[in-house]
């Protein structure tokens, strides 16, 4: 199994998680995350006075999948995030040794 962790612009939110179900995600965490990269936030005005912000708000999405659909799910995470322009994001894949459904106790494939 496989923990796909993807940092995308929020107004992808939506298009991102309609895609992930027509390929049949079971589930999806969001969490509303501000942070940077190379684009290091922008400054801007405030009653004449300008200021830097660092941190821009960005949605991270957490799904995990198994190894054989992982990379679908990449490409069509790649595909329907971007926007061709600075800032659209990354995705983080990591291995998983296990997961357990609290409320039945089941492991593995049958607890996603």
């Known amino acids: 199994m496989k923990k796909i962790e993807a940092v995308i612009k929020p107004f992808k939110l939506d298009d991102v998680k309609d895609k992930l179900n027509e390929l049949g995600v079971k589930g999806i ?3 509303e995350v501000k942070g940077f990269g190379r684009q290091k ?12 912000v660092d941190f821009l708000p960005k949605v991270k999405l957490e799904v995990v999948v198994d190894d054989e659909i ?12 971007r926007t061709g322009r600075i800032g659209d994001g990354k995705i983080f894949v990591t291995n998983l ?16």
């Open 97 to 112: 040794e296990e997961v357990i459904r609290i409320r039945t106790g089941e492991r593995g494939d049958d607890a996603i």
């Open 70 to 81: 992982c990379p679908t799910i990449i490409e069509a995470m790649i595909a329907t995030a």
């Open 41 to 52: 936030g922008h400054t801007e005005l405030y009653r004449g006075a300008e200021y830097v």
């Open 29 to 31: 965490t969001v969490s």
